[in-house]
């Protein structure tokens, strides 16, 4: 699976984006997909995923009640909008596709990542 990040960009604090990413196989209904972060200096930290059908979504509490996953999966594409943006959500993020049977939560779980997309929020 090849994924296609975009949609980064430069917010002032409280400012919105959504962010997208676009897979290449047809198969993409049977992936878990999850998007991740990392900031300058800092480790990779999870973001939010969502199950193959899109019932199911987990996020990271940092991000809870201002960012939503969701995807598109007749278009192959997943979806990351991110509301009242802050200073400390500045980092790449980069989509992963995982299979089904694997976790959420962890790097490890996603076998397939995008090139990443910079986010930077403005105080």
């Known amino acids: 699976v090849q994924l296609q990040a975009s949609g980064g960009g430069l917010v002032q604090a409280g400012g919105s984006l959504r962010l997208s990413c676009a897979a290449s196989r047809r198969t993409f209904g049977r992936y878990r997909m999850g998007w991740f972060r990392q900031a300058p200096g800092k480790e990779r930290e999870f973001v939010a995923a969502i199950k193959g059908n899109g019932d199911s979504t987990m996020y990271a509490d940092s991000v809870k009640g201002r960012f939503t996953i969701s995807r598109d999966n007749a278009k192959n594409t997943v979806y990351l909008q991110m509301n009242s943006l802050k200073p400390e959500d500045t980092a790449v993020y980069s989509c992963?596709?995982?299979?089904?049977?694997?976790?959420?939560?962890?790097?490890?779980?996603?076998?397939?990542w995008g090139q990443g997309t910079l986010v930077t929020v403005s105080s």
């Open positions: 992963a596709a995982g299979p089904i049977g694997s976790g959420y939560f962890n790097s490890g779980d996603y076998n397939y």
